[in-house]
């Protein structure tokens, strides 16, 4: 299985910036879609966007589009999603999920942006 931890998370104002990070361990990525999502305090959990780790096509929810881009280090087989003009609504616990020949999620991190 894969291993994902992801760490960033905080507290904002309107407008600000943060960027998530999500190490992964245990075994190549070279098959996996890697995204990120999302959930707010009694809603479910919504797709924010992903990359594809072989060609680093990006996907992204229409309510970030434009606001938010993920991107990725081979090196550091990490992944990143930079946040910005961050909304009050962007409020939730972000998660890492890798989506392959195994699917793995991250334990999670907070973003709170302020109004």
């Known amino acids: 299985q894969v291993q994902l931890v992801e760490s960033g998370g905080g507290l904002v104002q309107a407008g600000g910036s943060l960027r998530l990070s999500c190490a992964a361990s245990g075994r190549s990525l070279s098959s996996y879609l890697m995204g990120w999502y999302r959930q707010a305090p009694g809603k479910e959990r919504e797709f924010v966007g992903a990359?594809?780790?072989?060609?680093?096509?990006?996907y992204y929810a229409n309510s970030v589009k434009g606001r938010f881009t993920i991107s990725r280090d081979n090196a550091k087989n990490t992944v990143y999603l930079q946040m910005n003009s961050l909304k009050p609504e962007d409020t939730a616990i972000y998660y890492c999920?890798?989506?392959?020949?195994?699917?793995?999620w991250g334990q999670g991190t907070q973003v709170t942006v302020s109004s």
């Open positions: 990359i594809s780790w072989s060609d680093s096509s990006t």
């Open positions: 999920n890798a989506a392959g020949p195994y699917n793995s």
